[in-house]
């Protein structure tokens, strides 16, 4: 029987090329999806996994999500957003939004998992911060903060939930091309890959195998880490 897990915003970037990973690995995969849904079930089809569409922000669509879908026993809490501009700027409602999806949707995932894992006394959770969270982002403060929060949840976590056989840990990555870069020229991005020590920019599958490697028993006691996959761009 093939062990059961979750990535959420998973339909695109980073989190699809994580559940075609995991389902390399023999995971059976859910795909969480919000907005993108012809990407979510083409990659269903694909990978022969189901597809749920859930506001993780809304605790409300992740219980009744995981009512549907049933235990697992691995949550990669992928979902997120990004935003840009000038703290002075950012509206009550941006900065709101941001939080309740890159916090609070993690909050509301993890809250919906846990009582499987507690029960059978075994779980993975991996969480997604970014490496601004170590270097800081000009003009992406909103964004940055969360990821903070990302980390202290995931170490803060990794205490909590051992004593249960639950594992907790986050991968950080760099600047990785996905959509989420699609504001940037191409020039742009390239000078950006000067900066790291490999030289370029990395790719969703560079961060996915990172995951997949956490999600495997050759982690088994690996918990509490925050993992850069960045290219070596923050050294």
């Not at 890159?102 to 507690?118: D, E, K, S």
């Amino acid at each position: 029987m093939k062990k059961r897990a979750l990535v959420t915003g998973s339909s695109r970037g980073i989190g699809a090329a994580t559940a075609r990973a995991l389902a390399a690995d023999g995971w059976e995969v859910n795909i969480n999806y919000f907005r993108s849904e012809k990407e979510a079930l083409a990659l269903g089809q694909e990978l022969g996994a189901r597809v749920f569409r859930a506001d993780v922000a809304d605790p409300a669509q992740v219980q009744a999500m995981f009512d549907e879908m049933g235990p697992v026993e691995l949550l990669v809490n992928n979902a997120g957003i990004a935003h840009e501009g000038l703290i002075t700027d950012i509206t009550d409602e941006e900065w709101q939004r941001i939080f309740a999806v890159n916090v609070g949707g993690v909050f509301n995932c993890i809250r919906a998992a846990l009582p499987h894992m507690i029960h059978e006394k075994h779980g993975i959770i991996i969480n997604t911060s970014s490496v601004l969270m170590k270097a800081g982002g000009s003009c992406e403060a909103s964004y940055t903060a969360t990821k903070g929060a990302i980390e202290g949840l995931t170490k803060s976590l990794a205490r909590e939930l051992g004593p249960s056989g639950i594992r907790v840990n986050a991968v950080a990555p760099g600047v990785i091309e996905t959509d989420m870069l699609n504001c940037f020229t191409r020039e742009e991005l390239d000078a950006v890959a000067e900066n790291a020590a490999m030289g370029r920019n990395g790719l969703p599958e560079d961060v996915a195998k990172v995951t997949a490697m956490l999600a495997s028993d050759a982690c088994q006691f690996v918990t509490g880490a925050i993992i850069n996959v960045d290219g070596g761009n923050i050294l």
